[in-house]
C-alpha cells in the first residue's frame, strides 16, 4: 500500500453524502432566509398603510434575511467544489461536508426565524415610537450571528476534510 487508503475508505456512495451536505446547506439556508423575510414582511406591510414614509428604514430585517441564504450558497459551493469525478473521495470526507452543509442549514434556519420573529415585532413597534430603530437593529445583528456561526463551523469542518484515498 503505498500510501493510498483501501477502497473501504472510499465508497462509491460517499460523493452522495457530500453532495447532500451541499444540497442541505443551501436549501436550510434558503428555508430559514425565506422565513425570515416573509415574517418581517408581513410587518413592513401592516405598517405600509398607516406610515408609507417608515418602509424604507423597515427594510433592514429583509435584507438581513437574505444574507442567511448567502451563508448557505458559501459553503455549498465550498463543498460542490471539493467534489470530482476523477478524483477518489472518502468517507471520511464526505461526513465532514455533510456535517458542513447541517451545520450552516441549521444555523440559518435559526437565524431565519430569529430575524423573521424580531423583525416583525420590532417593525410594528418602530411605527409607534422611532426610538425603537437602534434596539431593532442590534437585536437583528445578534439574530443575524446564529447564522455566521453556522458557517464559520463549516469553514473549519471544510478545511479538515481530506477526499485522498
Given at each position: 500500500m503505498s500510501g493510498s487508503l483501501p477502497t473501504d475508505y472510499c465508497p462509491a456512495?460517499?460523493?452522495?453524502?457530500?453532495?447532500a451536505g451541499a444540497g442541505l446547506a443551501m436549501i436550510l439556508s434558503a428555508v430559514g432566509a425565506a422565513y425570515g423575510t416573509a415574517k418581517a414582511g408581513v410587518g413592513i406591510a401592516g405598517i405600509g398603510t398607516f406610515r408609507p414614509d417608515l418602509v424604507m428604514k423597515c427594510l433592514i430585517?429583509?435584507?438581513?434575511?437574505?444574507?442567511?441564504?448567502?451563508?448557505?450558497?458559501?459553503?455549498?459551493?465550498?463543498?460542490?467544489?471539493?467534489?470530482?469525478?476523477?478524483?477518489?473521495?472518502?468517507?471520511?470526507?464526505?461526513?465532514?461536508?455533510?456535517?458542513?452543509?447541517?451545520?450552516?442549514?441549521?444555523?440559518?434556519?435559526?437565524?431565519?426565524?430569529?430575524?423573521?420573529?424580531?423583525?416583525?415585532?420590532?417593525v410594528r413597534a418602530y411605527m409607534y415610537q422611532q426610538r425603537i430603530f437602534v434596539a431593532m437593529v442590534l437585536i437583528l445583528i445578534f439574530a443575524e450571528?446564529?447564522?455566521?456561526?453556522?458557517?464559520i463551523v463549516a469553514l473549519i469542518l471544510n478545511t479538515k476534510a481530506k477526499s485522498n484515498c
Amino acid at each position: 500500500m503505498s500510501g493510498s487508503l483501501p477502497t473501504d475508505y472510499c465508497p462509491a456512495f460517499a460523493p452522495f453524502f457530500g453532495f447532500a451536505g451541499a444540497g442541505l446547506a443551501m436549501i436550510l439556508s434558503a428555508v430559514g432566509a425565506a422565513y425570515g423575510t416573509a415574517k418581517a414582511g408581513v410587518g413592513i406591510a401592516g405598517i405600509g398603510t398607516f406610515r408609507p414614509d417608515l418602509v424604507m428604514k423597515c427594510l433592514i430585517p429583509v435584507v438581513m434575511a437574505g444574507i442567511i441564504a448567502v451563508y448557505g450558497l458559501v459553503v455549498s459551493v465550498l463543498v460542490a467544489s471539493s467534489l470530482s469525478p476523477t478524483e477518489p473521495y472518502s468517507l471520511f470526507a464526505s461526513a465532514v461536508h455533510l456535517a458542513s452543509g447541517l451545520s450552516t442549514g441549521f444555523a440559518g434556519i435559526a437565524a431565519g426565524y430569529a430575524i423573521g420573529v424580531v423583525g416583525d415585532a420590532c417593525v410594528r413597534a418602530y411605527m409607534y415610537q422611532q426610538r425603537i430603530f437602534v434596539a431593532m437593529v442590534l437585536i437583528l445583528i445578534f439574530a443575524e450571528v446564529l447564522g455566521l456561526y453556522g458557517l464559520i463551523v463549516a469553514l473549519i469542518l471544510n478545511t479538515k476534510a481530506k477526499s485522498n484515498c
